[in-house]
């Protein structure tokens, strides 16, 4: 058995993106007894490469989807500053340099 937040966040991407199990499986090329298995926890984890084609086909951050780190859908946290520099910067050069 794998993590079962992953399972979790697995069968809320499908949710958030308002498909069935049979809908999501079909996009990804696996049988629905697959998926049904990754949403609960059990069998195998899937691979890297079906995580990725899962949150294209779902429209969900693969990041968040494989770690549960930053969220489901929006910027990916690569994309997210760590730091504002506009509270830090005390001119646009200083920012740039930041």
Not at 57 to 79: I, K, Q, S
Not at 81 to 95: G, N, Q, T
């Amino acid at each position: 058995m794998f993590n079962k937040q992953i399972a979790d966040r697995i069968r809320e991407a499908r949710r958030l993106a308002g498909v069935t199990q049979s809908q999501a499986a079909c996009a990804l090329g696996v049988h629905r007894g697959t998926l049904g298995h990754w949403e609960r926890g059990e069998g195998h984890r899937p691979t890297s490469k079906n995580l990725e084609r899962l949150a294209a086909a779902l429209d969900v951050n693969y990041e968040w989807l494989a770690t549960g780190r930053g969220l489901p859908r929006g910027l990916p946290l690569d994309a997210i500053p760590a730091v504002r520099l506009d509270c830090f910067a005390h001119s646009e050069e200083e920012e740039r340099l930041l």
